[in-house]
């Protein structure tokens, strides 16, 4: 499996950069270019460091291009800009040459299932915007949560289930479904997965916070199964900051989880997305345990 982490590296440190929106009304789309290119340098930064590093996998800002989705950049093409291209180009090169896989994560205001149509019609736009930005960097994955349930836990999954429906080939080629700690639990996934087919990202941590009624071993096969023509699974794990259901997230992986994880994960083949405080320090420490007890060939890690 290949391991990964969310967007900053501490160690370098990556420094994402935005503005207000007042700067970019001011100084005009001149200020969003350079933020955008800052920031792709960033991700370049990144990348080359985690393939150093055997760190395979990677999780793309949604901050890259500043206010992309917003009409203030309605005149700018960016996913076509020759400067912008060139550092994607640099990007994939890595990529290629280290077999990485990016993913990215659009943030809790995308809500496909929201009554309200005009939310909908927003959280449309920022997925367009992520698929310009997976498109541009051959990313494989966008996550995303189910949503909200709005007083109705039934008719939000519905909701879902018709929005997804209904998106374009290319968002759908790559959306994933993330079970969350306090409202949709694995059993509400699979439950939509099996209407709509969209793969499931399995959260591991979530679901020790917000537990379906029925063994989470059960649901594994189902959750293999809706990767079918997708590729490798994707999935995330978390420990507890202070006990196994607490939602804050521990500086590391602790290692009785990531073995736990993987006994319920009965041998399949996933890459394994850590959502730790310590990032990328998160990953090494793992690494360097699972040298440490000679555990290589149980967990055949990619990377090491």
Same mark, same amino acid.
């Given at each position: ?5 969310? =967007? ?253 994880? =993987? ?42």
């Amino acid at each position: 499996m290949k391991l990964g982490y969310a =967007c900053i590296n501490l160690t370098l440190p990556t420094k994402f950069k935005t503005c207000r929106l007042k700067t970019v009304e001011t100084e005009g789309i001149c200020k969003v270019k350079d933020l955008t290119l800052h920031n792709l340098s960033e991700v370049l930064r990144a990348v080359k460091w985690n393939a150093d590093h055997g760190i395979l996998m990677y999780r793309i800002s949604s901050d890259i291009i500043p206010f992309a989705s917003h009409e203030i950049t309605n005149d700018w093409i960016w996913w076509e800009d020759t400067d912008v291209l060139r550092l994607a180009k640099e990007i994939k090169e890595v990529k290629h040459q280290y077999h990485m896989r990016f993913s990215c994560h659009p943030g809790q205001y995308t809500l496909l299932n929201s009554p309200r149509e005009e939310v909908v019609l927003r959280s449309l736009e920022d997925l367009m915007y992520h698929n310009l930005l997976m498109d541009l960097l051959e990313g494989q994955d966008m996550i995303l949560h189910v949503g909200g349930a709005y007083g109705d836990k039934v008719q939000a999954k519905e909701r879902f289930i018709q929005a997804y429906n209904q998106l374009p080939t290319g968002i759908k080629d790559k959306l994933r479904l993330e079970n969350d700690h306090t409202i949709f639990t694995i059993s509400d996934v699979v439950e939509i997965s099996s209407k709509c087919g969209v793969p499931i990202c399995f959260d591991i941590h979530h679901s020790n916070c917000n537990p379906p009624i029925e063994p989470v071993e059960s649901f594994i096969p189902s959750i293999i199964r809706s990767w079918d023509g997708y590729g490798r699974p994707k999935t995330h794990i978390s420990s507890g900051r202070n006990s196994k259901t607490d939602p804050a997230h521990h500086d590391y992986i602790l290692e009785e989880d990531f073995e736990a994880y =993987c006994n319920i994960l009965k041998g399949y083949e996933v890459d394994m997305m850590f959502e730790a405080k310590k990032k990328e320090q998160a990953v090494l420490r793992m690494m360097n345990w699972i040298q440490k007890t000679n555990k290589e060939t149980e967990f055949h890690i990619e990377g090491l």
